[in-house]
Nanobody, 127 residues
Framework: QVQLVESGGGLVQAGGSLRLSCAASGRSFSSYAMGWFRQAPGKERAFVAAIKWNGGRTTYAESVKGRFTISRDNAKNTVYLQMNSLKPEDTAVYYC????????????????????WGQGTQVTVSS
């Protein structure tokens, strides 16, 4: 059974930074793309960033391009989301997710292809 555990959320002022981590266990982490999504109160879960199984390709939502960076360490079974220049509109619960298909050539940006999810970590950005 795959388990994903996020950490690193918290309260930060606008313009500040946070780094989220997601530790995975249960199957061959290095074979699967990973994604970060977020959900603000009253809104649907939205794509933030994704990374190919080997780290060779990344994709971002337009709203976070240039501010957020996704990375992974396959030796540590961990994916990261470095968030800089945070804005109040980045406030949400952030979830990591693991793709259901191994060795996908292009990481996907919708929720459906991801079959394992973490419990989420709250990020709050004050103005």
């Amino acid at each position: 059974q795959v388990q994903l555990v996020e950490s690193g959320g918290g309260l930060v002022q606008a313009g500040g930074s946070l780094r989220l981590s997601c530790a995975a266990s249960g199957r061959s982490f290095s074979s699967y793309a990973m994604g970060w999504f977020r959900q603000a109160p009253g809104k649907e879960r939205a794509f933030v960033a994704a990374i190919k199984w080997n780290g060779g390709r990344t994709t971002y939502a337009e709203s976070v391009k240039g501010r957020f960076t996704i990375s992974r360490d396959n030796a540590k079974n961990t994916v990261y989301l470095q968030m800089n220049s945070l804005k109040p509109e980045d406030t949400a619960v952030y979830y990591c997710a693991e793709d259901q298909v191994a060795f996908r050539s292009v990481p996907t940006t919708t929720t459906q292809p991801y079959d394992y999810w973490g419990q989420g970590t709250q990020v709050t950005v004050s103005s």
